[in-house]
Every structure is written in structure tokens, then in C-alpha cells.
């Protein structure tokens, strides 16, 4: 991630924009990521699962996704770390690291033929 003047992270502008998340990242890159996406790509606990000290995962049962799953109300930066979607169905727990963002975008582009 790119660092300030004082050395700080900056983050990304990061607006949605109809079904899509739009990036700019500090050195003026731009991505793209359908919502759909970007929710189904959840990283918490609750939609990823969570390994135990043997390395087996365990995940909760899968909820079906709903109408208000893939409509973003908002969301927060989480310091200089990532970004937290908050959803119309009520989920809000996946950080989203700048990395983890970066490499489902160019997923996402790779996918829609796009550069990747």
C-alpha cells in the first residue's frame, strides 16, 4: 500500500456505483467489482470458515442468499488495513484487506475478459 508524506497508509477511494464497487487506489489505479462478487468473496468466519489447530475447517451452516444480499448500505476503512461492507441482508462481519481487495478485482476483470 502506498504511504504518505507522514508515512501513513493511505487507503483507496472507494465508492459504490449501481452493482458495482469502484476503487482508486493511491497510485491512481482504478478497479472495478461487481457486487455479487465481492459478496460471495466474504472473508469472514461465518461465510469462509475457520481452521482449527489441526488445520481442518469448520464453517456454519450456508444461509441462501437473499434480495438484500448483494445490496451494499455501506461500509467502513478498517484503519489502514481494509474496508468492511455492510449489507442490506444484514451481514457486516468480512474485512476486506487491500490485498485480499486487490486480487478479487483482478479475478473479477479476468473473469469479465477484461485486463487481469
Partial sequence: MDR????????PEITPIGTELAIKWPDGREDYIPLETLRRRCPCAACQGEQDVLGQVHRAPMRPYGPGSFVLRGGDLVGGYGFQPRWADGHGTGIYSWQYLKAVAADAAGSAGGPG
Fill in 4 to 11: 504518505g508524506h507522514d508515512g501513513r497508509v493511505q487507503p
